[in-house]
């Protein structure tokens, strides 16, 4: 969640080369101009460009755009065509704008214009996932047009999205895919050590219902064994191969690390932090909501938007084809800043849509209890660690109004009943429960939007663990953009520790404040949990590492600190 830019940090002026091995993307601060391209660029922006500024709000990047693309959603084509324009003139050298002003054109009929600058924009490095991608409604009359059917062929690939791994356990994986047609795909794979024994996975059909999205299952893989695979689409085996591995075999002790992190909004020249995660090989990254920032439940368009710009990132793409991905939303991914669902399932009209569109762009086990009961709470074990990813956001009640024949949720009936039945049920060392939000009273001054603004109900289940006597239980966290360690004390159980880290690309920060153990807000970061639980007594570390890979601190936690006596 955004606050006031009382302290929105001024950014170094610099530009970032982005490779992979399919193509160089320039993706540019836009207050700089590329390295050794001509500098016809002026830090002075125009009288234009502030009208458009002040009306697409404070100067953050990842809104622009957006934005801009929810005023042509609406209609207002002209208004639109004019800021993008006023951006683009300001900072030639970023496709971003030249994406933004193909897609204008597009919409005006302006056709040959609009394939143009998907030309320059395809020369500047631009993905051209993005313009196949869509959002379709917008870049339909395009896709007809026979000369950018010729830059279709040349640029185009039938791989549009993906592969994302997920759903990864001691012997399953799961592959998804988003495909430029609707069509058949599978993955063909083999143990690294094993070349030739291949394995297939099932075969999917991606459908425009689904967005152009499929996910592919495999079974009767072996417990920590590293894989490698490729994508076959309408029996057209990719070039590329990737690798990923399983985890440890289920409910035994082990030694592994995996990463976490939220708020990621879309920044080109924080994007490298992706690259950061993928070189620690994680088998497992948990992102904990504000993951694309939406910020507008009623234009799917605009959802499907924010989610192409980040799945487009070669950096990103490198990361999810190896790393099995666990996501939940927060409130810019569900709603707007601070939202709230409230207790019916259909009820605001949106949240049903927004659902299925978060579900078309993961690859999680479930999504709360499906159809009957939408959200994105699941869980799923690693050696003999549980996850409990919890979704506080659909079923919450307005915590600046709480009901007042009840107490306030966050979680809503069904969920904390999941959550406890599950708990109960856990034999593993750790139990790591994940919200979006915090836990630790203090995080968030003046704001009932983390826990602090459901009092009972945090009490009621950190009461709920202390009845239960449910030992290993430790707290992961977003939302403020910064890293925290925050320690909960209790009067009748073992003191309970919140791991938060939440500023993976933003610009904007907060304060670090003084109730933490620690806090970091210097760069942009992600967290990386090193457990051991082959120890006699067993361990999580907690680090926190910058963009620039530097770990800044390690927060060692012992299971005989979070047991019951």
């Known amino acids: 969640m955004d606050t006031p830019e009382h302290n929105k940090p001024s950014v170094s002026r610099r530009s970032f080369l982005t490779t992979s091995a399919a193509a160089a993307t320039f993706l540019v601060h836009p ?22 500024v002040r009306e697409n709000r404070e100067w953050q990047y990842k809104r622009f755009l957006k934005d801009l693309m929810a005023r042509l959603h609406d209609g207002e084509i002209d208004e639109a065509l004019s800021c993008i324009q006023a951006f683009s003139d300001q900072y030639p050298t970023d496709p971003e704008f030249l994406y933004g002003l193909s897609i204008a054109h597009c919409l005006k009929g302006n056709l040959d214009i609009a394939t143009d600058y998907a030309q320059r924009a395809t020369d ?25 059917i010729e830059l279709a062929d040349q640029y185009g690939s039938p791989l549009i999205h993906g592969p994302m791994v997920g759903s990864v356990t001691d012997k399953e994986a799961r592959f998804w895919v988003r495909t430029r047609h609707e069509s058949e795909v599978f993955v063909l794979l ?67 690390e995996i990463g976490f992190g939220g708020c990621s909004g879309y920044t080109p020249w924080h994007e490298h932090i992706w690259r950061s995660i993928t070189n620690h090989h994680f088998p497992l990254f948990l992102q904990t909501g504000d993951n694309v920032y939406i910020d507008d439940p009623e234009r799917m368009t605009i959802n499907e938007f924010c989610y192409y710009r980040r799945q487009s990132r070669p950096e990103y793409r490198a990361l999810v084809a190896g790393t099995s991905i666990a996501a939940i939303w927060d409130d810019h991914d569900f709603g707007d800043n601070d939202s709230w669902g409230g207790p019916e399932i259909a009820t605001p009209s949106w949240k049903i849509p927004v659902w299925k569109t978060f579900r078309n762009n993961w690859n999680n086990p479930s999504y709360g209890g499906g159809e009957s009961q939408p959200g994105c709470w699941f869980t799923f074990s690693m050696a003999d660690v549980d996850f409990f990813m919890l979704d506080d956001r659909y079923y919450r009640d307005d915590h600046n109004n709480p009901p007042s024949d009840r107490p306030a949720t966050m979680l809503g009936a069904a969920q904390k009943k999941w959550l406890f039945d599950r708990l109960v049920a856990s034999t593993a060392t750790f139990k790591v429960i994940v919200t979006s939000v915090p836990w630790a009273y203090g995080v968030k001054p003046g704001s009932n939007d983390p826990w602090q603004g459901f009092m ?20 992961l966290s977003g939302d403020r953009h910064r890293a925290d360690i925050w320690k909960i004390e209790r009067e009748n159980g073992y003191d309970l520790y919140d791991f938060e880290n939440a500023r993976l690309t933003n610009l904007h920060t907060h304060d670090v404040l003084p109730g933490a153990l620690y806090g970091y807000n210097e760069k942009c970061t992600f967290g990386r949990l090193r457990f051991d639980t082959t120890l006699d007594d067993p361990e999580v570390i907690y680090d926190i590492i910058t963009i620039d890979d530097e770990v800044v601190y390690s927060f060692p936690l012992k299971l005989s600190a979070i047991k019951h006596a």
């Open 124 to 148: 500047y490095g631009f993905p051209f996932s993005r313009f196949l991608a869509g959002p379709r409604s917008f870049l339909a009359p395009l896709y007809a047009h026979p000369p950018f």
């Open 190 to 256: 083999s143990e690294v050590n094993s070349p030739d024994q291949l394995l297939q996975s099932s075969t999917v059909s991606t459908m425009a219902s689904a967005d152009f999205t499929g996910v592919a299952r495999v079974s009767d893989l072996k417990p920590h064994t590293e894989y490698m695979y490729r994508v076959v689409i309408d029996s057209v085996e990719s070039e590329e191969t990737f690798t990923f591995s399983t985890f440890p075999p289920q409910g035994t002790s082990a030694k592994f």
């Open 456 to 475: 009972d109900e945090r009490e009621e289940i950190f009461a709920f663990f202390e009845q239960n006597k449910i030992d290993g239980i430790f707290l």
């Open 31 to 52: 207050q700089a101009p590329v390295q050794g391209a001509q500098d016809n660029t002026t830090d002075k922006p125009s009288d234009k460009l502030k009208d458009c």
